[in-house]
């Protein structure tokens, strides 16, 4: 394992996603490290990502990674949360990585538009800015606004206004009328 001491999640979240791509899991990095990528920076000291299985996966995936060597913990969310399930795993220093399940209206072609970057010799799939705004906007917090507004603002030119959209309707009115008041904020459209 990477990771020597405590605050070195970024470390723990790679030994966890080679265990991923062995199981052919798709994942995409969200949380702040994606939005490090994507202008927002932001303190955290755990790792997020959202995997592309179903929340009943959750089970075997954690065995898998306690036989990796993890200390795993599982937690479901009740019928009306809006993440069906938590991977908790952590080291002996206590680094955390969160692998997110089942986020209601999360469009799940966002794997194939992962950006890739490198990371410790790594390559690492993050979300793309599109989805991470729009996942800003359902959760729906003071700072989780203030990230989406950041992350929008930043070379605003290259965002896909279409696509941008359109992810953020799948997460409901509430974060689709949010959207639009950060646009009418921070001034004109991104490109179409």
Do not use: C
Not at 28 to 49: K, P, Q, T, Y
Not at 112 to 137: H, N, P, T, W, Y
Not at 156 to 163: F, G, I, M, N, Q
Not at 184 to 190: D, F, I, N, R, V
Request: no cysteine; hydrophobic share 50%; net charge negative.
């Amino acid at each position: 394992m990477r990771a020597s001491a405590r605050g070195e999640s970024a470390l723990l979240l790679i030994d966890v996603l080679e265990v991923l791509r062995a199981k052919s899991v798709k994942y995409a990095v969200v949380g702040a490290m994606a939005g490090a990528v994507h202008g927002v920076i932001r303190a955290s000291l755990d790792a997020d990502a959202i995997v592309s299985l179903a929340a009943q996966e959750a089970a075997a995936l954690s065995k898998d990674l306690t036989d990796a060597g993890f200390n795993v913990e599982l937690k479901k969310g009740a019928y009306d949360d809006p993440i069906a399930a938590v991977l908790i795993v952590r080291d002996k220093y206590k680094n955390r990585v969160d692998l997110l399940f089942g986020l209601k209206g999360f469009d799940r072609e966002a794997f194939d538009r992962v950006l890739q970057i490198e990371m410790s010799g790594e390559s690492l799939q993050i979300i793309s800015r599109e989805d991470f705004i729009a996942m800003k906007l359902f959760a729906g917090g003071p700072v989780d606004m203030r990230d989406a507004q950041q992350a929008y603002y930043v070379n605003k030119e290259v965002l896909d206004a279409a696509l941008l959209r359109k992810v953020t309707r799948k997460f409901g009115r509430d974060a689709s009328k949010a959207l639009e008041s950060i646009i009418a904020e921070l001034g004109e459209s991104p490109s179409p």
